[in-house]
């Protein structure tokens, strides 16, 4: 099982990331998946969800509106579009699936 996160750097307030969560050894689509967050001295944060069953989505409240969480089975990865970025948007950023993470990969919010 893998989890292999690309698709983060630098952009300006009010830019768009999208951030991508290559999955290996398990079918995303038959599991819960989710995105996190962590800057230094804090504790990871839960950002986004989307379940297997019906794909149903759910966010952190200081995402919604601004983030989405998606899937592509044929890929078998997730994605994580953030649009409206925000300096407190800054951080590391993992995918999770079936108790896996990834490596993380950083996004940086600043003009």
């Known amino acids: 099982v893998q989890l292999v996160e690309s698709g983060g750097g630098l952009v300006q307030p009010g830019g768009s990331l999208r951030l991508s969560c290559a999955a290996s050894g398990f079918t995303v689509s038959k599991y819960a998946m989710s995105w996190y967050r962590q800057v230094p001295e804090k504790s990871r944060e839960w950002v986004a969800g989307i379940y297997s069953a019906d794909g149903s989505t759910n966010y952190a409240d200081s995402v919604k509106g601004r983030f989405t969480i998606s899937r592509d089975n044929a890929q078998n990865t997730v994605y994580l579009q953030m649009n409206s970025l925000k300096s407190e948007d800054t951080g590391v950023y993992y995918c999770?699936?079936?108790?896996?993470w990834g490596q993380g990969t950083q996004v940086t919010v600043s003009s």
């Open positions: 999770k699936g079936l108790g896996q």
